[in-house]
């Protein structure tokens, strides 16, 4: 039977038929996957908590939907989405699964394709509590935080390592379209002048399967596919599979 990838069923083996964009399809290949590929798509709850790594212009903090679409190639040979990492493993950057807002603010925060990269820590969900001058408080989740850049005086960095009490001038918002939305619907924008004041625990969060597409492959790699995404890649799999009924 042939379907999308989006609407296969979980735990049966998957052949890919097709991949209506070209440029994921190139990006796919990268990782060794290919048409007449294999892959099996994961029926779970997917935690997808911020980390922290290191890069080339040192250490940068990504949310969980940034670090589950870049893949790292490890010195031993793994290659495994960030998130997935263990603190003080080391390796370089092989590829961003996402469209081209997320390799922007990735090239923005100094990481792309090949460069060196280590991870630092996993982060426990926060809130990070500011003030906007002349208009009160504001509470941000940390991968909201993670994709404001600016600078206080002449250190350019994320609001996620901002200084409290110091003032942070917006420069840029990096992301996808609905974070931009999000942190839009803040009015936080470019030339915005922002002063951390604290930083809290949050409740920690889960996104089911069902909120984004998680592949495996033969050789272990999970893969984290946007729905938008998973909808172009066409695979194919027996129907007998999916009832448990033998071949």
Known sequence: MYTSLFNAPTGVPLKISRINDEDLEARMGRMGLFIGGEITRLDEEVALQTIRVKGPKGEVVLGGGM?????????????????????????????????????????????????????????????????????????????????????????????????????????????????QRAIGSLEITPGLTLRLESVEKAPSYQMTGRSRCVISTHEGLRLFLRHDQSDMVIVTYDDEDETGEEA
């Not at 990070?128 to 208009?135: K, L, S």
């Not at 408080?137 to 200084?163: V, W």
């Open 67 to 179: 670090g589950g679409k870049v893949i790292a190639h490890l010195d031993d040979g793994r290659m495994v989405p960030l998130l997935e990492m263990k603190p003080g493993e080391t390796g370089h950057v092989e590829c961003v699964t996402a469209g081209g807002p997320l390799r922007e603010g990735m090239a923005a925060l100094g990481l792309k394709d090949d460069d060196n990269i280590e991870m630092i820590r996993i982060l426990p969900p926060m809130e990070f509590v500011a003030v906007i001058e002349g208009r009160g408080r504001i509470r941000l989740a940390e991968g909201m935080a993670a994709k404001i850049l600016g600078h206080m005086g002449d250190i350019e960095c994320q609001f996620a390592n901002a200084q409290a009490g110091v003032d942070f001038v917006v420069d840029k918002i990096i992301g996808g379209k609905r974070a």
